[in-house]
């Protein structure tokens, strides 16, 4: 199969996030190039962007395959898969960034327990992203696209619950964000 351009853009989101991560894990950045509020406030735009995108694309998603319209699933597919290069990759790129800027002001990633826990959460999410609901998305689409209902409504399943699993550690995530207090040091 061809990754669509979407996927292209997710992979290298993905790659660019887990460089910045393993870079943060080793004390990189070390300066924020913006003032401290700054960052909190982009970090906490990305994070409704992102997780935003995540709650609601499978919904409208969702609410197009029970219309039964065709033409109208293939759109919310293609458009879901779009809503990937627009709101959830920038809205990835938008949290990470800033959030190792923030991180860095509080010693780095390393001197906070609850950070390090974060950072391999995030890890195994994307490893589970690129490994298991890319796949299934660019199947789903392509399905869609095909107008094989069937096809699209198996793809979703499975597209909806690996989906699912993934926000399992962008929720503990955020968990981790708002209490500062690891979960399981």
Do not use: C
């Not at 195994?124 to 689409?141: C, K």
């Amino acid at each position: 199969m061809a990754w669509s351009r979407s996927a292209k853009v997710s992979i290298v989101s993905n790659v660019v996030l887990l460089v910045g991560l393993v870079a943060a894990w080793y004390g990189l950045p070390a300066a924020a190039p913006l003032p401290y509020t700054v960052h909190k406030l982009l970090h906490i735009v990305g994070v409704v962007i992102f997780m935003g995108n995540l709650v609601a694309g499978p919904l409208w998603l969702w609410l197009a395959y029970l219309q039964g319209d065709a033409a109208l699933l293939k759109w919310a597919a293609v458009t879901l898969s779009e809503a990937d290069i627009w709101l959830t990759t920038p809205g990835v790129q938008l949290t990470m960034w800033n959030g190792l800027w923030l991180a860095a002001a509080m010693g780095g990633v390393a001197g906070q327990p609850w950070l390090r826990e974060a950072v391999v959460l995030v890890v195994i999410a994307a490893a589970l992203s690129l490994g298991l609901v890319l796949p299934l998305q660019e199947r789903m689409v392509a399905r869609a696209a095909a107008g094989d209902r069937d096809g699209t409504r198996r793809a979703m399943i499975g597209w909806s619950v690996w989906g699912s699993v993934v926000m399992v550690p962008f929720s503990l995530v955020g968990w981790l964000m708002v209490s500062k207090a690891p979960l399981f040091s």
